[in-house]
């Protein structure tokens, strides 16, 4: 997962040698700051990936990133963010995983539709530059049309990384990236060309709001939703703090509320108050009306 992103810095700093003791301190701030946590053998991969971070903030070793990553004031909250931007992966795409967003329009929101007076509220925890909750916000529009209603959806789209969250914020994307996951139809339908690429529109935009928000937070913040998306993020954290997650967003749904995790992840056992439900070649999780 993590060989995916950006490569290192400019001349020279590659040849930086990075100890065994500077990466367990790269490694405790990456799971005590962020959750993700690296096995002992990336210590290749995250020199590669932090090296161009030394020249950037004029540093003259990996013990001085070390150090500065321990460090308490604020005045290293730049190096820091900057180091969880460079290990973390922004992977995302259009409908990514259709067969979710098949499910969400054409039995989720209607059935919340009809349940729920007032504001329909979703959240896509971790959503990188923004394609999945444009997608749901996309899947919400259709799912209005469909039943000839005009619900009020709010989507709040989360990540750590301020620096992605600009581009989610901007909703101008390259035609390369609406390749990915987006059909000719939909382009047409929903985007605009603009010099910098496609410019997404309005009644799209307008259901979505971003935050800057850590995962390990608490989630009383964001308040209560009637969706939670959570997916491809779970795999970089250890098993405890997935459990924690998953039943703190448990808590933060309300009775009869769902939650999607990626295709591949599962539920921990641990995690009461949601049952499985089976959809056409896809599962995801409902919050039971009442348990105990
Ligand atoms: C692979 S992307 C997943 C994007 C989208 N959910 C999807 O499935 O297409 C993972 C995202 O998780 C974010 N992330 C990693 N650790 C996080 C944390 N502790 N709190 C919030 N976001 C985090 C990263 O910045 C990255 O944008």
Same mark, same amino acid.
């Given at each position: 997962m993590l060989s995916e992103k950006r490569g290192a810095g400019g001349k020279g700093v590659q040849n930086k040698e990075m100890e065994a003791n500077e990466y367990k301190m790269i490694q405790s701030f990456l799971s005590q700051s962020c959750g993700i946590v690296l096995g002992d053998s990336k210590q290749y991969l995250v020199k590669n990936r932090l090296a161009g971070l030394l020249q950037t903030f004029d540093l003259a070793s990996f013990a001085e990133l070390a150090v500065a990553l321990q460090a308490k004031s604020a005045a290293y909250t730049k190096i820091k963010n900057a180091v969880v931007d460079a290990m973390t992966t922004n992977e995302t795409f259009w409908f990514r995983d259709d067969m979710q967003f098949s499910e969400l329009k054409d039995r989720v929101f209607p059935e919340i539709f009809e349940k729920k007076l007032g504001t329909i509220k979703v959240w896509s925890a971790a959503c990188s530059s923004g394609q999945e909750p444009y997608t749901i916000s996309m899947c919400a529009e259709d799912a209005n049309k469909k039943m000839g209603q005009t619900r009020n959806v709010q989507i709040i789209g989360t990540d750590i990384s301020e620096t992605i969250l600009l581009e989610a914020k901007d909703a101008v994307y390259t035609e390369m990236a609406l390749a990915r996951g987006l059909d000719s139809e939909t382009k047409k339908r929903f985007f605009q060309k603009t010099h910098g690429g496609y410019k997404l529109n309005n009644e799209i935009t307008r259901k979505v709001r =971003?935050?800057?928000? #850590?995962?390990? *937070?608490? =989630? !009383?913040?964001?308040? $209560? =939703? /009637?969706?939670? =998306?959570?997916? #491809?993020? +779970?795999?970089?954290? !250890? /098993? &405890?703090? *997935? $459990? /924690?997650? +998953? !039943?703190?967003? &448990?808590?933060?749904l309300e009775p009869g509320g769902y939650i999607f995790l990626s295709s591949t992840e599962s539920m921990p056992v641990s995690v009461k108050g949601l049952e499985a439900v089976r959809g056409r070649r896809v599962h995801y999780f409902k919050k039971r009306l009442c348990h105990r």
């Open positions: =971003f935050q800057q928000f #850590n995962l390990l *937070k608490p =989630f !009383s913040v964001l308040g $209560r =939703f /009637d969706i939670i =998306f959570c997916r #491809n993020v +779970l795999i970089y954290f !250890s /098993d &405890e703090v *997935k $459990r /924690d997650i +998953l !039943s703190r967003m &448990e808590s933060s």
